[in-house]
């Protein structure tokens, strides 16, 4: 009879001891025999057995479920569905949260403007992956997260009037621009300090000096936000970053 030990086993089905011993304490894989100083020893039902955890858990279902399956108290086909189900309503709930972060930043960098009910619209999926990773990236997911909470408190009325908002604040920037004032100077940070307050507002938080000078490089780095603001003027983009660093500088 061919037998294997745990070390054995764990290196044949690329798992680890702990998983073994685990399965092992709440029935889920028992070993064949027990040697010498509780050395478990499996065989080939006990390996069949193993792969077929292993296939299931690939599937996605629970350890309970899969012992459900292997003891013959739930067919496969049906966990099978019931597990494509849950994942088909978690997709779609992914897929709006995304949709909703892309639109939430989109919206507080002063984008153009966008029904509300677009907002929550489906994405390319390159599109929708790069927006997910570049919020985390120079936020984190909590201010992911808030920002997603406050969007969804907003009234049809208030989420209209986010653009406005921004588009204000962009004309009298621009104004100041063209008067020949530098981003730091007094007037163009008494605006910025209303967008700094409207950038807290809608994330839910006060953005650190570190987190709105990369709101800043946004403008300059990312070129969908660049040409935005570029559509204000030319070199408007810059202008803005260096009135948020200016202010992160000073204030933050």
């Given at each position: 009879m061919d037998v294997w030990t745990t070390a054995e086993v764990a290196r044949l089905a690329g798992v680890?001891?702990?998983t073994l011993r685990h399965y092992d304490a709440i029935g889920l894989l028992e070993p064949a025999s027990h040697g010498h100083g509780g050395l478990r020893r499996y065989g080939r039902p006990e390996l069949l057995r193993l792969q077929q955890i292993l296939l299931l858990k690939r599937l996605?279902?629970?350890?309970?479920?899969?012992?459900?399956i292997l003891q013959?108290?739930?067919?496969?086909?049906?966990?099978?569905?019931?597990?494509a189900a849950e994942i088909d309503t978690e997709r779609t709930r992914l897929d709006r949260l995304a949709a909703t972060v892309e639109?939430?930043?989109?919206?507080l960098e002063g984008g153009q403007p966008m029904a509300p009910e677009t907002w929550f619209g489906g994405l390319d999926p390159a599109t929708e992956a790069h927006y997910r990773d570049?919020?985390?990236?120079?936020?984190?997911?909590?201010?992911?997260?808030?920002?997603?909470?406050?969007?969804?408190?907003?009234?049809?009325e208030e989420r209209r009037a986010i653009p406005e908002a921004f588009n204000d604040i962009n004309?009298?920037?621009?104004?100041?621009?063209?008067?020949?004032?530098?981003?730091?100077?007094?007037?163009?940070?008494e605006v910025v300090v209303d967008h700094?307050?409207?950038?807290?507002?809608?994330?839910g938080d006060q953005p650190t000096a570190e987190a709105y000078r990369g709101l800043g490089a946004l403008y300059t780095d990312e070129p969908r936000f660049k040409d935005t603001y570029e559509q204000v003027g030319d070199g408007f983009a810059a202008y803005m970053r260096a009135a948020m660093d200016a202010y992160a500088e000073a204030s933050l």
């Open positions: 680890s001891a702990r996605g279902l629970r350890l309970d479920v899969v012992a459900e013959g108290d739930l067919d496969p086909v049906d966990a099978l569905k019931r597990h639109a939430t930043i989109r919206q570049e919020a985390r990236r120079r936020w984190g997911q909590a201010v992911v997260e808030r920002a997603w909470e406050t969007l969804q408190d907003l009234t049809p004309a009298r920037l621009s104004a100041l621009r063209q008067a020949g004032k530098a981003a730091d100077d007094p007037d163009v940070q700094y307050r409207l950038i807290a507002k809608h994330w």
